[in-house]
């Protein structure tokens, strides 16, 4: 049985990147999977995707990285002058979704958006989730709406939702999975999901916060109220009005 950590929405929260490093570095955890959305929101977005690039096996695609690497909206341009061209043109080259095997069943992971409409919770009705299974997937992950959940699909299979490191919604804390299973194996085995929360020093991230929003961050009072309450603030946030 080996375990892998799966990561993602870090979100240039570089203080609660450190504190996920940290704890999967105790627990002996040598593989990293990141399912996207490094960068966006927070203060910290080279160091955090610096980080995944030097740490993940795989990047996948998410929302904020397609937005920001494309230059969907012009509020973004605090990111793209961090960010550099260099790093920008490797947001739009991640993957958008990773397929594997793992103690016999077939697993399929991906960000959320942009292969969904929508950034749906774990919670939601089946039939929202029902193609994302097609044509015989037996275990969907992925990440986008912030909130960690896990559950069966009907008979379709394992669901669950990595959560956030840097952006948590429903706990103050930097959240992430680890699957402990037989890799690239058909036979079937035990699987384990594990769903982490780490504390990190937020006060230290609302500082980066103000300090970055001083020098052009859009809307990091509203990054900053997220972090410290775990509610997602549902005003506009650099051109995406709803969405995490």
Known sequence: MKEIALVADLHGNWPATQAVDADIRSRGIERIWCLGDVVGKGPS?????????????????????EGIGSRQFPKDAFYYR?????????????????????????????HGRPIMPAPFHVQAEDMFFDPYFDPDWDVVGYADVHRQGMRLLGQRGILFNTGSVGNGMGVTMAQYAILRGEW????PAPFDITLVTV??????????????GEKGLVNADLFEREILTGIYARHQITGRSGQP
């Open 45 to 65: 977005s080279p160091e955090t995707l610096d980080w995944a690039v030097e740490n993940c096996e795989f990047i996948l695609r998410g929302n904020w990285d």
């Open 82 to 110: 961090q960010l550099g061209e260099k790093r920008m043109r490797m947001l739009l080259e991640f993957p958008l979704e990773h397929a594997c095997a793992v103690s016999g069943r077939k697993m399929r992971l991906f």
């Open 184 to 187: 690239d194996s058909l036979n």
């Open 199 to 212: 504390p990190y020093d937020r006060d230290r991230a609302v500082r980066d916060a103000r300090a970055a």
